[in-house]
């Protein structure tokens, strides 16, 4: 790797901590956005996938600034919805909707529908752009179902819905931000990229 600096293209605090905390080991200068003047940079996730609006912030991000760029999508599918909302799930009932609002719909959605035909997961890209334009792309899922009503107070989004397997129906928002950390699709998506970096720099 020909640079020792990578922004991570978020405005979200913890993202850039649980990358940092990552990379450590890599010998990278970990930069935010603020860091380098890209604040208050709006990028289009013109993407249908979860890979293309990654590489889309990460491409966006390297080529302003020239340094390695790392960036991430993530959203929720369910299966009965044909993998709805997929890639619009912050915007799943409108542009400016809130996570109450798009729960609702979710719920709303499959008013009817019993608990075997409510499968979903919580999927997560991380893209890495370097400098040269060589690029790479990991994933990391989360499979559970979606359940009848909110539980829990811990967690965002769709996480009080979201019933990951293994938990006795327990809801990401009740089992605890650090046992979420752990099996969540940002953790194994995140393990993938620390895998890829460490076969990289071996081949280097």
Do not use: W
């Not at 013109?46 to 960036?71: C, D, Q, R």
């Not at 990951?164 to 969540?184: H, M, V, W």
Request: aromatic fraction near 8%.
């Amino acid at each position: 790797m020909k640079s020792n600096i990578a922004v991570i293209a978020t405005g979200n605090s913890h993202k850039l901590q649980e990358i940092g905390e990552i990379l450590k080991g890599f010998n990278l200068e970990i930069k935010s956005m603020q860091d380098v003047n890209l604040q208050g940079l709006e990028i289009i996730e013109s993407g249908t996938t979860f890979e293309e609006n990654a590489l889309i912030k990460a491409k966006t991000v390297m080529e302003k600034t020239g340094y390695m760029a790392i960036a991430d999508d993530s959203g929720l599918e369910v299966e009965y919805l044909d993998c709805q909302p997929g890639v619009y799930s912050s915007r799943f009932a409108g542009e400016k909707a809130t996570d109450e609002e798009n729960n609702e719909k979710l719920l709303r959605l499959l008013k009817d529908v019993p608990l075997s035909g409510r499968r979903a997961r919580f999927v997560c890209v991380i893209a890495v752009v370097m400098p040269d334009g060589e690029n790479f792309t990991v994933r990391g899922e989360l499979y559970g179902v979606i359940g009848f009503e909110l539980k829990g107070q811990e967690g965002f989004g769709y996480d009080p819905l979201f019933m990951p397997r293994g938990y006795d129906g327990l809801s990401l928002a009740e089992i605890g931000l650090q046992e979420k950390n752990k099996i969540s699709h940002r953790a194994k998506a995140l393990e993938q990229m620390k895998k890829t970096f460490t076969e990289r720099l071996r081949g280097e």
